[in-house]
Structure formats: C-alpha cells, structure tokens
C-alpha cells in the first residue's frame, strides 16, 4: 500500500511540477495582452445572406501586423446586427489554416459588448488573421477585435 501512495504522490508531483514549468515558459500568468484593432473601431464581419451558410473570410490583422509569434486569447464581439445565433470561425496564414471557432445568441437588446475566451495554437509572427460567421438568419453582422499575448 505503501508503494502505491508513493508511486501516486510522485505522479501527481510530476504533473504539479510540469504545469509550473510550462506557466513560467510560456509567461501566460504575466505577459502583456494586446488588442487588435486599437484605437479604432473593430472589424465587421457580415454572414452570407443564407441562414448557416458562412460569409466571405473578412481581415481582422493584416500580414506583417504582429511581428512575433502569438496566441489569441479573447475576442471581443459588439454590434450584432440583429436577435440571432451565431457561429464563427478565425483562421490565420497564407493558407487560412483554421484556427479557432466561436459560438454566441443574441436574444434580446444588446447594449454592450461581449468578450469571449478563445482557444488554439500558438501563430506564426507575421500571420494574417482572417474571420467569418454564419447565423440563423442569414443577413446578420458583429463586429470583432481580437486580444492576444506575444508568445516567447
């Protein structure tokens, strides 16, 4: 029984030990977060006109924009057009390699914006940022800004 404890200890060690090490070289606890369109009004993407048909790519952050690798961790999303759910989907390279997609109902009057955690790989410096939505309706738009930390 010993053994086992033991052996059980040393495991969840391990992974305690890993966590903090990957915390302190990826400084996600501390590092800056930057936003994405600043100082101007976000990016507005439209949906295609079919209902959960998605619209045309629209650019969030042009190519050459962000000059080191990076990790998008929020966007922030304002000005949707109408009482609809949305879907959408953010790619980012020369290929639109897809990299992240979100979901978000609007169901009544909507006076502020909304700021929604995003998840994926770490991007190439210099990467264009690309976004499209579908909704429920088909003729909606939002408008969109991203957050992001520098990756070291």
Not at 46 to 56: D, L, Q, S, V
Not at 129 to 150: C, F, R
């Amino acid at each position: 029984m010993i053994d086992l404890i033991g052996t059980l200890r040393n495991i969840l060690l391990e992974a305690v030990v890993a966590r903090v090490a990957a915390v302190l070289v990826h400084e996600d606890l501390h590092a800056c977060q930057f936003i994405y369109p600043i100082l101007t009004t976000p990016v507005v993407i439209a949906a295609n006109g079919a209902a959960w048909t998605y619209g045309a790519l629209t650019q969030i952050v042009p190519i050459n924009t962000i000059a080191s690798d990076f990790t998008i961790h929020e966007i922030t999303i304002s000005a949707m057009s109408a009482n609809a759910s949305f879907v959408g989907q953010i790619t980012y390279g020369a290929d639109d390699d897809e990299w992240s997609n979100f979901a978000v109902t609007r169901g009544g009057v909507q006076s502020q914006s909304l700021v929604m955690p995003v998840q994926g790989c770490v991007i190439p410096a210099n990467s264009v940022i690309k976004a499209q939505i579908a909704d429920s309706i088909g003729t909606s738009t939002l408008a969109l800004k991203i957050a992001y930390h520098l990756e070291p």
